[in-house]
């Protein structure tokens, strides 16, 4: 499983997936907040199978050869 996530898209994801889930505990305590582990779970693994399927990539490491 190849990385696609750059640094700065891995740690905004960290802080929406963060935001989302507090949603749950604090505030509107409704389930939407739970979305918020999509996030936090692609950028714990540093891939996102949607950026996969549109091609996009924002990982900078070189490709092997």
Known sequence: MCKNLGPIDRSLRLV???AL???????PQTPWGWLGVVPLATAALG???????????TCHTRKPR
Do not use: D, E, K, T
């Open 16 to 18: 929406v997936g963060l």
């Open 47 to 57: 891939n996102c199978p949607a950026y996969r399927l549109l091609g996009i990539n």
């Open 21 to 27: 889930i507090a949603l749950a505990f604090i505030g």
